[in-house]
């Protein structure tokens, strides 16, 4: 996680996980979890496609 985080231009792993459930609405175990099922992973496939470009931006 702390690879991602980094990756992605954000200074600590903390930074990215609260962007993650603020934006998510859970943590980011929780929607690795979410996303494996299947019903949810659509709507956030679409939600990080949006986090990504946004982060892209900024960067």
């Known amino acids: 996680m702390m690879d991602i985080a980094y990756d ?5 792993q903390q930074l990215m996980s609260r962007l993650i459930r603020a934006t998510f609405g859970m943590s980011p175990t929780e929607l690795r979890n979410c996303a494996s099922v299947g019903p949810c992973s659509e709507t956030i496939g679409q939600q990080v496609a949006t986090l990504l470009q946004s982060t892209l931006q900024a960067g």
């Open 8 to 12: 992605s231009g954000y200074s600590n």
